[in-house]
Each structure stands twice: as structure tokens, then as C-alpha cells.
């Protein structure tokens, strides 16, 4: 009976989410885990505008250092992250807390992104070691 009732509702938010998906054109995040493509959605809605990543199509990061913003986050098609820094940059605002907000996605949300960009970030880095440097929160940013 519950189930009959919300159905609608449903449809209707799946078909949304549809119509959402079209916008972020480019988002070449197909084939994934399920958490791994709303990850990579999330994050070209949340953190392309100053992220850039061209797997989704994200151009946000600075091209030039004459032209760049305060704001211009770091490049992820050349620079790797692992998980655990994800999810640390998400809850801190960055490694330095000054510029990236905090907490723009929580929750299973964060866990999505970070899954997401774990995996394809740095996929340009020039001879990138994968080893991972945690953050931690007494590291001092
Ligand atoms: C308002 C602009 C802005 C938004 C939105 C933003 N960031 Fe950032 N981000 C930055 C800036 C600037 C830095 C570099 C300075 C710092 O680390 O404090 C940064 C740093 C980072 C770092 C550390 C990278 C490194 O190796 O130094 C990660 C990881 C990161 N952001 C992930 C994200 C994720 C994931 C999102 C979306 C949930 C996001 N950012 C949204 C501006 C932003």
C-alpha cells in the first residue's frame, strides 16, 4: 500500500534526475558503480565550478595563472587523490580550510565523491605514484 503510494513520486524524481543528468553535459562517467556515477555527478554539480576534471566535463580550475580567481581549486585531471584525502578535503574545506567551503556533500554523498575521484583523478598526472599521504585532522593542514 505504501509502495502504491509513493510509486508516483518516484517516477517522478527518477524522471528529474533524468533531465538533471542531460544538463551536465560531457560526464563521460558511464559503466561505473552505481555509487561511483552519482559520486561523478555530484561532483559536476557541487564542485565543478571550481574543480577541473574532464571525465565530467568540469573546467573550473584556473588555465592560466594570469587569469586565475582565488577560488580556482586544483586541477584533477593531473593531480590524484586518494579516498581518505576526498573525504578530508570535503569536511575541512580543502587541505587549508581558507577557500573550498566545507561539507558541500555529507554523508553517503561525501562518500559517492570521493569514491568517484579516487578513482579518476590524476588519470593525466605524468608519472604518478599512487601511493596515498592521508591527511589527518592534527596534521596541521
Ligand atoms: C568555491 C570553490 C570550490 C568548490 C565549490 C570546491 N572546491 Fe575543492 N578546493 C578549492 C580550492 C581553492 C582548493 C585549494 C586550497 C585548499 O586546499 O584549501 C581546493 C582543494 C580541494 C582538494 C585538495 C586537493 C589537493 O590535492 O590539494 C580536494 C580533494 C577538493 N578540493 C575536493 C573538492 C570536492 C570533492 C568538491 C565538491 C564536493 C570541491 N572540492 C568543491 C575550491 C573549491
Request: charged share 15%.
Given at each position: 500500500m505504501l509502495l502504491r503510494r509513493s510509486l508516483p513520486i518516484l517516477l517522478i524524481a527518477a524522471a528529474s534526475f533524468v533531465l538533471a543528468a542531460c544538463g551536465s553535459e560531457g560526464n563521460s562517467v558511464t559503466g561505473q558503480s552505481a555509487?561511483?556515477?552519482?559520486?561523478?555527478?555530484?561532483?559536476?554539480?557541487?564542485?565543478?565550478?571550481?574543480?577541473?576534471?574532464?571525465?565530467?566535463?568540469a573546467e573550473g580550475s584556473a588555465a592560466k595563472v594570469s587569469s586565475a580567481?582565488?577560488?580556482?581549486?586544483p586541477n584533477f585531471n593531473t593531480r590524484k587523490e586518494c579516498y581518505e584525502n576526498v573525504v578530508y578535503a570535503i569536511q575541512n574545506g580543502g587541505f587549508s580550510g581558507a577557500i573550498m567551503p566545507?561539507?558541500?556533500?555529507?554523508?553517503?554523498?561525501?562518500?559517492?565523491?570521493?569514491?568517484f575521484l579516487a578513482k579518476y583523478a590524476g588519470s593525466e598526472a605524468m608519472g604518478s605514484t599512487t601511493k596515498c599521504a592521508p591527511k589527518s585532522a592534527n596534521a596541521g593542514g
Open positions: 555509487a561511483i556515477e552519482s559520486g561523478s555527478q555530484l561532483f559536476a554539480a557541487r564542485c565543478a565550478g571550481c574543480h577541473t576534471l574532464s571525465v565530467v566535463g580567481e582565488r577560488t580556482n581549486g566545507a561539507n558541500i556533500v555529507v554523508g553517503k554523498e561525501s562518500e559517492q565523491v570521493a569514491a
